[in-house]
């Protein structure tokens, strides 16, 4: 079973709303990722949880709070969003380096600030 | 410079043809390699890992070479469903043992009738 579930698959949401975003995989994976895709771009890292814990921030702006409650799940809380904020949301994970290290993703949450 | 650059095409090619995609990238801690595919409004889906002696899946053929920091892809007896964007994709180690996943832009291929 190599499938990382994400809800809501779409999501429209105004800029004082709060929201979040989830994920989950049964792989046994100990890496989650979040990722960010604009229209014509290619996923953009936001943050890397390893072990459960978080390892890379990208400098990603607070408004985006990761939290991984335990292994499988990989949640991102939403808050005062901002109209570009507007994209793909991409969760994937893979088991940590060393080694060739593949990861799957979810289906994704597109996601609409208004 | 980007840390992985691809020819971002498009590649407009007849069914039957053979095509090849070419990535590199600029980090020599660079871990682990891969071919991705991403179809329009999907997620992307692992095409195939990509190994220094070279890897083959049916009518797919991955190269590394760790030297030139350069990755191939070579498609043959392209199918119409072939059409789609290829994302290569870099594993490099960030802090402690983690890795981040980098990708190129994707190399944009239409296969016609």
């Known amino acids: 079973d190599t499938e990382v579930t994400q809800t809501p698959k779409h999501l429209v949401m105004g800029m004082t709303n709060k929201k979040s975003l989830k994920c989950e995989q049964h792989m046994g994976h100990r890496a989650m990722y979040w990722y960010k895709q604009k229209a014509k771009k290619p996923p953009e890292l936001m943050f890397v949880y390893s072990y459960e814990k978080l390892s890379i921030n990208e400098s990603v702006p607070s408004r985006f709070s990761p939290e991984c409650p335990n292994s499988s799940l990989l949640n991102l809380h939403l808050h005062a969003l901002q109209p570009e904020d507007s994209a793909l949301y991409l969760c994937?994970?893979?088991?940590?380096?060393?080694?060739?290290?593949?990861?799957?993703f979810g289906q994704g949450t597109r996601l609409t600030v208004v | 410079r980007k840390e992985v650059e691809q020819d971002p095409g498009p590649f407009n090619v007849p069914e039957g043809a053979t095509v090849a995609f070419n990535c590199t990238y600029s980090n020599s801690a660079s871990q682990s390699f891969f071919w991705y595919r991403q179809d329009c409004r999907k997620e992307p889906k692992l095409l195939m890992s990509?190994?220094?002696s070279g890897n083959e899946d049916g009518r797919f053929t991955a190269q590394l070479n760790r030297a030139s920091q350069y990755i191939s892809l070579l498609i043959r007896d392209s199918k119409l469903s072939d059409s789609a964007t290829y994302l290569c994709v870099v594993n490099k180690r960030g802090s402690g043992n983690t890795g981040k996943l980098i990708f190129g832009q994707g190399t944009t291929l239409q296969v016609k009738p």
């Open positions: 994937a994970s893979s088991q940590p380096l060393p080694g060739q290290r593949e990861a799957f």
């Open positions: 990509v190994y220094s």
